[in-house]
């Protein structure tokens, strides 16, 4: 079965870095675009960024509360996405989840995983 396991969550300050991952198994990663959502205490699950399949050239696209600061990547070959995560803010805090859509350009996410925290002091 599919399998989404995230890595890489942890404490950090304000202004700092980290980079999570997403490893998959159990599907062919390359037929499936990728995202990153996350969900802070008390609020709902929102988007933060995307990453296209390989039909769509991997474009990529973000929230607007996280561009220029989180880049998103997939290497294809090791069944993994990363988000690079710079210059954090408390407000980035929240647990971070990857998904993956149905292959070929699918709408929807279908594929979960279990989430990594992420929480930014001040």
């Known amino acids: 079965q599919v399998q989404l396991v995230e890595s890489g969550g942890g404490l950090v300050q304000a202004g700092g870095s980290l980079r999570l991952s997403c490893a998959a198994s159990g599907l062919t990663f390359s037929r499936h675009t990728l995202g990153w959502f996350r969900q802070a205490p008390g609020k709902e699950r929102e988007f933060v960024s995307d990453i296209g399949w390989s039909g769509s050239g991997g474009r990529t696209s973000y929230a607007g509360s996280v561009k220029g600061r989180f880049t998103i990547s997939r290497d294809n070959a090791k069944n993994t996405m990363y988000l690079q995560m710079n210059s954090l803010k408390p407000e980035d805090t929240a647990v971070y989840y990857c998904?993956?859509?149905?292959?070929?350009?699918?709408?929807?996410?279908?594929?979960w995983g279990q989430g990594t925290q992420v929480t930014v002091s001040s």
């Open positions: 998904a993956a859509t149905s292959p070929f350009g699918g709408a929807h996410y279908d594929y």
